[in-house]
């Protein structure tokens, strides 16, 4: 599914889930580039003047709404250069996952089962918001509530019959790891913050980390839109309702709206 033969583009798809699911950032477009050839074809915004955490790269995309590229040379955090394949998986980087698991053999096997690109794989990788992406994405980011969650994956479940859905928690690499297993994978995952994205990655409201698979982003927003109009609005359970979470006091008799007369 391609952004040019539908009849909806990531512009439009963005402005649905923002303005439905009253989203507080921009969905963020992930594309790894196999090729420089293939990464020069497609210019940022701005550039990294100096190194940081890849979470840090998607954060300027949802909330600075920039368009970047990075490699190897701009990222700081040594779970992204593992999770990207710039590097192997090495014990002085397993040493930084003891405090988790007060353990240092199984900190190398926590080490050793996150997601991985094939080591050398990705030359360049782009982060952009969606409606700005220059290249249809590998995978579409969301930073989110869990309510927010909810929807987008319900969304997927009705757009693509699959159901239940099943995700993939790590130790660290929330987002690095996290765009990585979905990728890989071809599925959507759903992760908590890990202690980078929470600070570098500014989640410090509770969010949770939400990945659809590129080619599949758009059959989520159009499922957004049908239900919608089907339902009344995008709002589960209290359908009609604009904002998702209006029933924070579900089944409350004091909590219900009439027609004016």
């Known amino acids: 599914m391609s952004n040019t033969n539908t009849d909806m583009t990531y512009a439009e798809a963005q402005e649905l889930f923002e303005r439905l699911l009253k989203l507080d950032y921009h969905p963020v477009a992930i594309k790894f580039f196999k090729s420089e050839e293939e990464a020069n074809k497609y210019p940022a915004e701005k550039k990294a003047a100096a190194k940081m955490t890849f979470c840090q790269f998607t954060a300027a995309s949802r909330m600075a709404n920039y368009v970047l590229k990075g490699n190897n040379n701009n990222i700081l955090c040594e779970n992204c250069l593992t999770s990207f394949g710039y590097t192997a998986p090495s014990d002085e980087e397993a040493k930084g996952h003891f405090k988790y698991v007060v353990d240092d053999e199984y900190a190398k096997e926590v080490m050793a089962g996150k ?100 080619d599949q982003i758009l059959g989520v927003a159009r499922q957004l839109a049908h239900r919608t109009e089907v339902m009344g609005g995008a709002s589960f359970p209290y359908n009609g309702t604009e904002w998702p979470g209006l029933d924070a006091c579900k089944k409350c008799p004091m909590i219900r709206f009439k027609d004016v007369e």
């Open 115 to 214: 997601p991985r690109m094939p080591l050398g794989e990705v030359k360049e990788f782009m982060t952009a918001p969606l409606a700005k992406t220059p290249v249809e994405p590998d995978v579409v980011m969301f930073v989110c509530n869990p309510l927010q969650a909810y929807h987008i994956l319900n969304d997927f479940v009705g757009a693509y019959h699959v159901h239940p859905l099943q995700f993939n928690y790590t130790v660290n690499s929330a987002v690095c790891g996290g765009s990585v297993w979905s990728y890989l994978n071809h599925k959507p995952n759903m992760n908590t913050m890990c202690s980078g994205s929470y600070t570098s990655g500014k989640t410090e409201k509770g969010e949770v980390n939400v990945f659809i698979p590129g």
